[in-house]
Protein backbone atom coordinates (compact mmCIF):
# COMPACT_ATOMS: atom_id res chain seq x y z
CA UNK A 1 0.00 0.00 0.00
CA UNK A 2 1.37 3.25 -1.36
CA UNK A 3 1.17 6.24 0.35
CA UNK A 4 0.13 10.32 -0.72
CA UNK A 5 0.67 12.15 2.04
CA UNK A 6 3.28 15.25 2.02
CA UNK A 7 6.83 15.03 3.33
CA UNK A 8 6.28 17.87 5.77
CA UNK A 9 2.58 15.96 6.90
CA UNK A 10 4.70 12.46 7.12
CA UNK A 11 7.73 14.08 9.17
CA UNK A 12 5.21 15.84 11.57
CA UNK A 13 3.64 12.22 12.20
CA UNK A 14 6.78 10.73 12.65
CA UNK A 15 8.00 12.94 15.06
CA UNK A 16 4.34 12.97 16.99
CA UNK A 17 4.63 9.58 16.78
CA UNK A 18 7.60 9.05 18.21
CA UNK A 19 7.00 11.32 21.14
CA UNK A 20 4.45 9.12 22.06
CA UNK A 21 6.00 6.05 21.90
CA UNK A 22 6.86 3.29 25.09
CA UNK A 23 9.37 2.18 23.04
CA UNK A 24 11.09 1.80 19.20
CA UNK A 25 12.27 -0.69 17.76
CA UNK A 26 14.58 -0.09 15.07
CA UNK A 27 15.25 -2.88 11.76
CA UNK A 28 17.71 -0.96 9.79
CA UNK A 29 18.93 -2.38 6.25
CA UNK A 30 21.83 -1.41 3.60
CA UNK A 31 19.65 1.31 2.69
CA UNK A 32 20.85 3.14 6.14
CA UNK A 33 24.30 2.73 5.82
CA UNK A 34 24.25 3.95 2.11
CA UNK A 35 22.73 6.85 3.75
CA UNK A 36 25.22 7.51 5.34
CA UNK A 37 27.88 7.76 3.02
CA UNK A 38 28.75 4.05 3.23
CA UNK A 39 28.73 3.65 -1.18
CA UNK A 40 30.22 0.37 -3.03
CA UNK A 41 30.44 2.24 -6.00
CA UNK A 42 31.36 4.68 -7.83
CA UNK A 43 34.07 7.31 -6.24
CA UNK A 44 34.64 5.43 -3.55
CA UNK A 45 35.10 2.17 -5.01
CA UNK A 46 37.34 3.80 -7.34
CA UNK A 47 39.17 5.76 -4.65
CA UNK A 48 40.36 2.41 -2.60
CA UNK A 49 40.27 -0.44 -5.61
CA UNK A 50 41.20 1.19 -8.86
CA UNK A 51 44.13 -1.36 -9.20
CA UNK A 52 41.47 -4.20 -8.47
CA UNK A 53 38.97 -2.46 -11.26
CA UNK A 54 41.50 -2.55 -13.89
CA UNK A 55 43.13 -5.86 -13.53
CA UNK A 56 39.63 -7.64 -13.00
CA UNK A 57 37.12 -5.27 -14.63
CA UNK A 58 34.77 -5.25 -11.81
CA UNK A 59 32.69 -2.05 -11.26
CA UNK A 60 32.04 -2.45 -7.27
CA UNK A 61 33.01 -3.87 -4.06
CA UNK A 62 30.03 -6.63 -3.91
CA UNK A 63 31.32 -8.38 -7.09
CA UNK A 64 35.47 -7.73 -6.12
CA UNK A 65 34.03 -10.02 -2.61
CA UNK A 66 33.08 -12.28 -5.46
CA UNK A 67 35.84 -12.93 -7.48
CA UNK A 68 37.63 -15.47 -7.15
CA UNK A 69 41.05 -14.63 -6.47
CA UNK A 70 44.00 -17.21 -7.82
CA UNK A 71 45.49 -16.89 -4.47
CA UNK A 72 45.09 -16.04 -0.61
CA UNK A 73 47.33 -12.97 -1.01
CA UNK A 74 45.49 -12.03 -3.11
CA UNK A 75 41.94 -12.41 -1.69
CA UNK A 76 43.28 -11.03 1.44
CA UNK A 77 44.80 -8.37 0.15
CA UNK A 78 41.43 -7.45 -1.42
CA UNK A 79 39.15 -7.84 2.00
CA UNK A 80 41.39 -6.24 4.33
CA UNK A 81 40.74 -3.09 2.50
CA UNK A 82 37.36 -4.11 1.92
CA UNK A 83 36.98 -4.52 5.68
CA UNK A 84 39.08 -1.48 6.87
CA UNK A 85 37.23 0.66 5.15
CA UNK A 86 33.67 -0.45 5.74
CA UNK A 87 34.25 -1.36 9.46
CA UNK A 88 36.89 0.06 10.76
CA UNK A 89 36.69 3.73 9.10
CA UNK A 90 33.58 6.04 10.40
CA UNK A 91 30.67 6.58 7.82
CA UNK A 92 31.09 9.91 6.10
CA UNK A 93 27.57 11.28 7.14
CA UNK A 94 26.48 11.66 10.45
CA UNK A 95 23.05 9.84 9.48
CA UNK A 96 23.46 7.35 12.69
CA UNK A 97 24.43 10.38 15.12
CA UNK A 98 21.00 11.59 13.97
CA UNK A 99 19.41 8.79 14.62
CA UNK A 100 20.79 8.45 18.26
CA UNK A 101 19.95 11.61 19.08
CA UNK A 102 16.07 10.62 18.27
CA UNK A 103 16.04 7.50 20.61
CA UNK A 104 17.99 7.76 23.03
CA UNK A 105 15.89 8.85 25.16
CA UNK A 106 13.76 5.82 24.54
CA UNK A 107 13.71 2.49 25.17
CA UNK A 108 14.89 1.28 22.26
CA UNK A 109 16.62 -1.50 20.46
CA UNK A 110 18.13 -2.45 17.04
CA UNK A 111 17.71 -5.35 14.78
CA UNK A 112 20.00 -4.78 11.58
CA UNK A 113 21.37 -6.98 8.88
CA UNK A 114 24.27 -4.60 8.83
CA UNK A 115 27.36 -6.00 9.04
CA UNK A 116 29.17 -2.57 9.48
CA UNK A 117 29.41 -1.80 12.99
CA UNK A 118 28.04 2.00 12.34
CA UNK A 119 25.67 1.63 14.99
CA UNK A 120 28.35 1.07 17.91
CA UNK A 121 30.59 3.65 16.37
CA UNK A 122 27.90 6.11 16.85
CA UNK A 123 27.13 5.08 20.15
CA UNK A 124 24.50 2.96 20.37
CA UNK A 125 24.57 0.80 23.38
CA UNK A 126 25.92 -2.46 22.35
CA UNK A 127 23.50 -4.35 24.56
CA UNK A 128 20.64 -2.89 22.25
CA UNK A 129 21.97 -4.14 19.08
CA UNK A 130 21.37 -7.60 17.47
CA UNK A 131 23.83 -8.28 14.15
CA UNK A 132 21.74 -10.97 12.97
CA UNK A 133 23.96 -11.13 9.99
CA UNK A 134 27.38 -11.42 11.43
CA UNK A 135 30.26 -8.65 11.58
CA UNK A 136 33.12 -7.41 9.21
CA UNK A 137 35.11 -7.10 12.48
CA UNK A 138 34.78 -11.19 13.00
CA UNK A 139 36.78 -13.82 11.71
CA UNK A 140 35.55 -17.62 11.93
CA UNK A 141 36.71 -20.64 11.15
CA UNK A 142 35.87 -21.95 7.78
CA UNK A 143 35.18 -25.35 8.45
CA UNK A 144 33.67 -24.03 10.91
CA UNK A 145 35.73 -26.65 13.73
CA UNK A 146 33.21 -24.63 16.60
CA UNK A 147 31.05 -21.90 17.07
CA UNK A 148 33.70 -19.36 18.07
CA UNK A 149 34.96 -15.76 16.37
CA UNK A 150 37.45 -13.87 16.70
CA UNK A 151 38.18 -10.39 16.39
CA UNK A 152 40.11 -9.10 13.48
CA UNK A 153 41.25 -5.64 13.57
CA UNK A 154 44.55 -6.56 14.34
CA UNK A 155 45.01 -8.67 11.31
CA UNK A 156 43.14 -6.48 9.27
CA UNK A 157 45.61 -3.45 10.06
CA UNK A 158 48.83 -5.75 9.57
CA UNK A 159 47.74 -6.45 6.31
CA UNK A 160 46.57 -3.05 5.52
CA UNK A 161 50.15 -1.84 6.01
CA UNK A 162 52.06 -4.76 4.60
CA UNK A 163 50.19 -5.61 1.31
CA UNK A 164 52.20 -4.47 -1.81
CA UNK A 165 51.05 -5.10 -5.61
CA UNK A 166 47.45 -6.07 -4.41
CA UNK A 167 48.65 -9.12 -2.10
CA UNK A 168 49.52 -9.68 1.42
CA UNK A 169 52.84 -11.63 3.23
CA UNK A 170 51.84 -15.15 2.90
CA UNK A 171 52.37 -15.29 6.41
CA UNK A 172 49.49 -13.33 7.28
CA UNK A 173 46.73 -15.39 6.02
CA UNK A 174 44.74 -15.69 8.94
CA UNK A 175 44.23 -19.54 10.18
CA UNK A 176 41.99 -21.18 12.74
CA UNK A 177 43.99 -21.27 16.36
CA UNK A 178 42.39 -25.18 16.55
CA UNK A 179 42.73 -26.81 13.98
CA UNK A 180 44.41 -24.43 11.03
CA UNK A 181 41.87 -24.34 8.36
CA UNK A 182 41.47 -20.76 6.65
CA UNK A 183 39.74 -18.29 8.80
CA UNK A 184 37.36 -16.13 6.96
CA UNK A 185 34.37 -13.54 7.64
CA UNK A 186 31.78 -13.83 10.25
CA UNK A 187 29.23 -13.13 7.41
CA UNK A 188 26.03 -15.24 7.09
CA UNK A 189 26.54 -16.74 3.96
CA UNK A 190 25.31 -20.25 3.92
CA UNK A 191 25.00 -22.90 6.93
CA UNK A 192 28.94 -22.27 7.96
CA UNK A 193 28.00 -18.83 9.35
CA UNK A 194 28.89 -18.90 13.16
CA UNK A 195 26.73 -18.05 15.91
CA UNK A 196 28.62 -17.60 19.18
CA UNK A 197 27.94 -16.76 22.49
CA UNK A 198 27.55 -13.40 21.50
CA UNK A 199 25.02 -13.72 18.67
CA UNK A 200 22.89 -15.98 20.88
CA UNK A 201 23.00 -13.41 24.03
CA UNK A 202 22.17 -11.02 21.55
CA UNK A 203 19.35 -12.62 19.97
CA UNK A 204 18.07 -13.53 23.63
CA UNK A 205 17.88 -9.71 24.22
CA UNK A 206 16.17 -8.68 21.29
CA UNK A 207 13.08 -11.42 21.78
CA UNK A 208 12.91 -10.56 25.61
CA UNK A 209 12.73 -6.85 24.80
CA UNK A 210 9.71 -7.67 21.87
CA UNK A 211 8.05 -9.71 24.94
CA UNK A 212 8.17 -7.32 27.34
CA UNK A 213 6.54 -4.03 24.38
CA UNK A 214 4.45 -6.46 23.06
CA UNK A 215 1.45 -4.89 24.45
CA UNK A 216 2.80 -1.22 24.72
CA UNK A 217 2.91 1.89 22.24
CA UNK A 218 5.96 0.74 20.10
CA UNK A 219 7.38 2.27 16.92
CA UNK A 220 8.57 -0.13 14.68
CA UNK A 221 11.15 1.81 12.86
CA UNK A 222 12.40 0.52 9.68
CA UNK A 223 15.24 1.78 7.98
CA UNK A 224 16.94 0.83 4.40
CA UNK A 225 15.35 -2.44 4.13
CA UNK A 226 15.10 -3.63 1.29
CA UNK A 227 13.69 -7.35 0.04
CA UNK A 228 16.95 -9.64 0.09
CA UNK A 229 15.76 -10.82 3.54
CA UNK A 230 12.28 -9.26 4.33
CA UNK A 231 11.93 -12.25 6.60
CA UNK A 232 14.34 -10.71 8.91
CA UNK A 233 12.72 -7.18 9.63
CA UNK A 234 10.18 -6.41 6.97
CA UNK A 235 7.82 -8.62 7.39
CA UNK A 236 7.78 -9.75 11.31
CA UNK A 237 7.31 -5.53 11.75
CA UNK A 238 4.05 -5.69 9.53
CA UNK A 239 2.91 -8.49 11.54
CA UNK A 240 3.42 -7.39 15.29
CA UNK A 241 2.38 -3.61 14.08
CA UNK A 242 -0.85 -5.63 12.88
CA UNK A 243 -0.73 -8.03 16.21
CA UNK A 244 -0.68 -4.28 18.29
CA UNK A 245 -3.15 -1.90 17.90
CA UNK A 246 -0.81 0.38 20.12
CA UNK A 247 2.33 0.25 17.87
CA UNK A 248 3.02 2.09 14.56
CA UNK A 249 5.20 0.83 11.43
CA UNK A 250 6.98 3.49 9.84
CA UNK A 251 9.39 2.84 6.89
CA UNK A 252 12.07 5.31 5.28
CA UNK A 253 14.05 4.08 2.60
CA UNK A 254 15.24 5.63 -1.13
CA UNK A 255 12.48 3.36 -2.82
CA UNK A 256 9.83 0.25 -1.88
CA UNK A 257 8.31 2.02 0.92
CA UNK A 258 5.41 -0.11 1.27
CA UNK A 259 3.43 -2.00 4.05
CA UNK A 260 0.35 -4.46 3.80
CA UNK A 261 -3.31 -3.11 3.43
CA UNK A 262 -3.86 -4.70 7.29
CA UNK A 263 -1.62 -1.82 8.57
CA UNK A 264 -2.29 1.06 6.80
CA UNK A 265 -4.03 3.44 9.05
CA UNK A 266 -0.90 3.11 11.55
CA UNK A 267 1.85 3.09 8.97
CA UNK A 268 4.48 5.87 7.91
CA UNK A 269 5.74 5.63 4.68
CA UNK A 270 8.34 7.99 3.09
CA UNK A 271 11.00 7.52 0.14
CA UNK A 272 13.58 9.66 -0.20
CA UNK A 273 17.33 9.72 1.99
CA UNK A 274 17.32 8.18 5.11
CA UNK A 275 19.56 11.16 6.32
CA UNK A 276 17.40 14.00 5.41
CA UNK A 277 14.18 12.52 6.76
CA UNK A 278 15.90 11.94 9.82
CA UNK A 279 17.70 15.42 9.94
CA UNK A 280 13.97 17.19 9.76
CA UNK A 281 12.39 14.96 11.80
CA UNK A 282 15.28 16.02 14.74
CA UNK A 283 15.30 19.60 14.21
CA UNK A 284 11.00 19.46 15.30
CA UNK A 285 12.20 17.37 18.62
Known amino acids: MKFTKTYSQQVERLKTVLDAADAVVIGAGAGLSASAGFAYEGERFRQYFSDFAEKYGFRDMYSGGFYPYPSPEEYWAYWSRYIFINRYMDAPKPVYQDLLGLVKDKDYFVLTTNVDHCF ?17 GLFQCSGPCRQETFDNEDAI ?90 ATYACINSGGTVCSPEIEKRSICMEGDIGIVLESVLKKM
Open 157 to 246: REMMERQKDMRIPSSLIPRCPHCGRPLTMNLRADDTFVEDEGWHAAAGRYAGFIQCHKDSAVLFLELGVGYNTPVIIKYPFWRMTAANQK
Open 120 to 136: QKAGFDKKRLFYTQGDY
